[in-house]
């Protein structure tokens, strides 16, 4: 009967667990709806996106920089703050780094 | 007064700088005798052959794919867009000397006119437009890059013959030359450290081809599939690979770099659409 | 018997079904690779693009443009400096082809790290 118990919590257990992932699947659909960022995240994505903008201009634009830039607008359409912020942050240093490169010396002189 | 001083002592070191600025054919020479120096045994002639000329082998399956290129049916279509007629009549061949044989080592040119550097297929898109059409993107390798494909045919044989003369001139090769010299991408690598600098080395499987030459044999059927790379694409690739986001094929930044770099090439056969890996 | 089985059977269900999940877990968090996987790599360290490494059988390249990795305890007394190497080598030579893989962030530190700790072994 022992074995009949553990198993009836497994099963209370496993729907619950069901439960939670399709409650938050649900929870992330309700957060879809209602377009917002946080305003560091947003303000962090404005900044990211005129940065690698200039550094576009300059010819001086990393592909790890457009890269970062599109996981953070990916992250914007999903609602999520903390992934905007840190795939901007990233942008916005790449794009920075390629625009400081164009003051290393030249090569082969 | 100090400032007064201190300006004086800066266009001083202006002046000293652009004094001992190399000319053009200076750099050229620097760069071939570099290449010389390492390489005695390497003919001038087959620094065209880039990277095939350290490798008999590799030199040898070129050859072998040379001999029926497999992609002459893409250069038959180049041949029937130079041949076709605008519809006012005129053909490519009206718009250059010697109905265009001959004219593509003498390309890219600058303009004093405009001050700008011209590209042989900024020429091809100006015949375009002076006869009303509509001019060809330069990335669009169905159309510009099969044209050229064939158009530079016409000149094979014909050696490099890139003239810089005049200061906006200077300006427009200078600005190549930075471009080459320049570190790139994340990976920062510029053309020069590889292509002057560690000329004939192995980076993991393939040998670093000479500056001098690269610019003789566009466009260039690549890889397996003998894709279409017109030098600018090229420069895209390249580009890209260093992790750089790649800058306009036909804008003036590849143009100016497009000049400089076939200053090197001076005095090398020219021929279009060969095989490279 | 027969009353309990239908439980019996929904409770092994969900264990296979938690089971499955726990898989999935595993199978998404990628394995973190090892220093010699990093240095190999042609998107990470891509090492063997200029460095051979005399002492690492596995290790398949034609390249002579950098010294060969070997003896690198002796080179390098101090990790440190290696460490420092790697981050960015234009600090000791300006014109070197080498890319400052910690300066341009080609590899987060605790790559580097294990990179260092492989080819220190060398």
């Known amino acids: 009967m022992n074995v009949l118990r553990i198993a009836a919590r497994m099963a209370v257990g496993g729907s619950l667990l069901l439960g939670g992932v399709l409650g938050s699947g649900v929870h992330a659909a309700d957060d879809a709806a209602n377009p917002s960022l946080t305003d560091e995240a947003s303000l962090a994505l404005a900044n990211a996106t005129s940065v690698v903008e200039k550094a576009k201009v300059k010819g001086a634009l990393w592909t790890t920089a457009t890269g970062a830039l599109t996981q953070a607008q990916e992250a914007a359409k999903k609602q999520d703050s903390a992934a905007v912020i840190q795939h901007a942050a990233v942008a916005s240093e790449q794009a920075f780094l390629g625009m400081a490169q164009l003051g290393y010396p030249l090569m082969g002189n | 007064m100090k400032k007064l001083i201190w300006l004086i002592s800066c266009l001083g070191c202006l002046g000293a700088v652009a004094n001992v600025q190399a000319s053009p054919e200076d750099d050229r020479r620097s760069v071939v005798q570099g290449v010389q120096k390492k390489f005695p045994d390497i003919k001038f002639e087959d620094y065209v052959h880039g990277a095939l000329a350290f490798s008999p082998d590799a030199k040898a399956q070129y050859d072998a794919v040379m001999t029926f290129p497999p992609y002459d049916a893409e250069i038959e279509k180049g041949a029937k867009l130079w041949e076709t007629s605008f519809k006012n009549g005129k053909r490519y061949a009206d718009c250059f000397p010697r109905s265009g044989k001959n004219v593509a080592g003498n390309y890219p040119m600058f303009d004093e006119k405009t001050k700008k550097v011209v590209t042989f297929e900024m020429a091809l898109n100006q015949c375009r437009t002076a006869n009303g059409e509509a001019p060809y993107k330069h990335s669009d390798m169905n159309t510009m890059g099969l044209l050229t494909a064939y158009a530079r045919t016409l000149s094979d044989g014909m050696r490099m013959n890139i003239k810089v003369e005049g200061k906006d001139a200077l300006a427009a090769y200078e600005s190549g030359k930075r471009f080459f010299h320049q570190r790139r991408g994340q990976l920062n690598f510029s053309c020069a450290g590889c292509h002057i600098s560690n000329v004939g080395n192995v980076l993991r499987t393939e040998y670093l081809s000479m500056a001098p030459g690269q610019a003789t044999h566009w466009p260039a059927f690549r890889g397996g599939d003998y894709s279409l790379f017109t030098l600018q694409r090229r420069y895209a690739a390249c580009n890209q690979m260093v992790r750089l986001v790649p800058l306009e094929i036909g804008g003036e930044e590849y143009n100016n770099l497009e000049y400089y770099h076939s200053y090197l090439s001076n005095g090398l056969p020219l021929q279009a659409s060969v095989f490279r890996k | ?122």
Request: aromatic share 6%.
């Open chain 3, 1 to 122: 018997m027969n009353q309990i089985s239908p439980t019996l059977r929904a409770a092994g269900a969900c264990v296979i079904l938690i089971a499955g999940f726990l898989q999935v877990a595993r199978a998404d968090e990628p394995k973190a690779p090892t220093g010699q996987e990093l240095a190999f790599d042609n998107r990470k360290g891509n090492c063997l693009a200029c460095h051979s490494m005399p002492g690492d059988a596995k290790a398949v390249t034609s390249t002579n443009i950098a010294p060969p990795l070997l003896d690198m305890k002796g080179r390098f007394p101090e990790r440190a400096k290696l460490y420092a190497q790697v981050w960015d080598a234009t600090k000791a030579n300006a014109d070197t082809l080498m890319p400052p893989f910690g300066k341009h962030r080609i590899l987060s530190d605790d790559e580097i790290n294990k990179v260092v700790d492989y080819i220190y072994g060398l």
